[in-house]
């Protein structure tokens, strides 16, 4: 083979890799570039916003920490906003039944909660997130020396009790039937936060509410245990409702209220653990 013939056949060589180079350069950046569009996709769809207002539709018990729940959601999720409606978890859920507008319904009882998923007006089988127990609740210093569910009986004493169609009022009366006990209020509240009010304004002597209706009052009152609560523990569920407004800010935040994060901010208000 001549010099020229073999000069000839080198620059051959030289170019086919050349080629080969930038076809396999031109696959990888191919490659490369359909990989990355998914990842795009993805990212848009993890960073989609939620917005607007969720209404929530909960037990009075719940306030304070739903309340501080409400803006931890807020603040994790700029555009939102969440309200809240608490009151006796039968009325709220007459109130659904009856169709007022809410995306989430958290009740204080399974039974409450029942009259909403009898109706077919939420979605899906409602999550206990919490339960709570009862406690007796008295003046400051407790002056009227009140150790016990029987000394809530003595002649004289002003007692309050939730309604018995309530959660509380159901589980109190439970309490006392436990201990077959019998007492005559001065008056049955509609919600366990009326019936801690009526101690606070120094209305009633004592009353039977949740313990963590007795934390959230703090030197208002003075909380007083008994052991026939333990009879009467109440389950918390909470529930997407059929016709949200909202739904997709709903599911997130019963997701934030059954999270670590949630259950966090709901123990340290005293509920306990589901």
Do not use: W
């Not at 930038?22 to 917005?51: E, G």
């Not at 001065?186 to 919600?191: A, F, G, H, M």
Request: aromatic share 4%.
């Amino acid at each position: 083979m001549t010099r020229t013939a073999r000069r000839t056949r080198r620059t051959l060589q030289v170019a086919g890799a050349g080629a080969a180079a930038l076809l396999a350069l031109s696959a990888c950046s191919s490659s490369s570039d359909s990989s990355a569009k998914p990842d795009s996709s993805a990212s848009a769809k993890d960073t989609s916003k939620l917005s607007g207002t969720v209404t929530v539709f909960a037990a009075a018990s719940l306030k304070e920490s739903f309340t501080t729940l409400g803006k931890e959601f807020e603040k994790a999720h700029p555009g939102t906003k969440v309200t809240f409606s608490f009151g006796g978890s039968d009325t709220l859920a007459a109130s659904i039944t009856g169709g007022a507008p809410a995306d989430v319904f958290a009740a204080a009882s399974p039974k409450t909660m029942a009259i909403v998923t009898d109706k077919s007006d939420a979605l899906g089988t409602p999550a206990t997130f919490v339960r709570n127990q009862l406690e007796i609740a008295t003046l400051p210093g407790n002056p009227d020396k009140v150790t016990s569910l029987k000394d809530l009986t003595k002649s004289g004493l002003k007692v309050v009790l939730c309604d018995k169609t309530v959660p509380c009022g159901a589980a109190a009366q439970k309490a006392l039937d436990a201990s077959s006990l019998k007492l005559t209020p001065v008056s049955y509240e509609q919600d366990v936060k009326s019936a801690l009010t009526k101690v606070e304004l120094k209305e009633a002597d004592a009353a039977v509410v949740y313990k963590t209706d007795v934390k959230a009052a703090g030197d208002k009152v003075e909380g007083v245990e008994f052991p026939e609560s333990a009879k009467a523990i109440n389950a918390y569920p909470i529930a997407l409702l059929k016709d949200a407004p909202n739904a997709a800010a709903a599911k997130a935040f019963i997701e934030l209220v059954k999270s670590a994060e949630g259950q966090k901010v709901l123990t340290a208000a005293g509920f306990l653990k589901p």
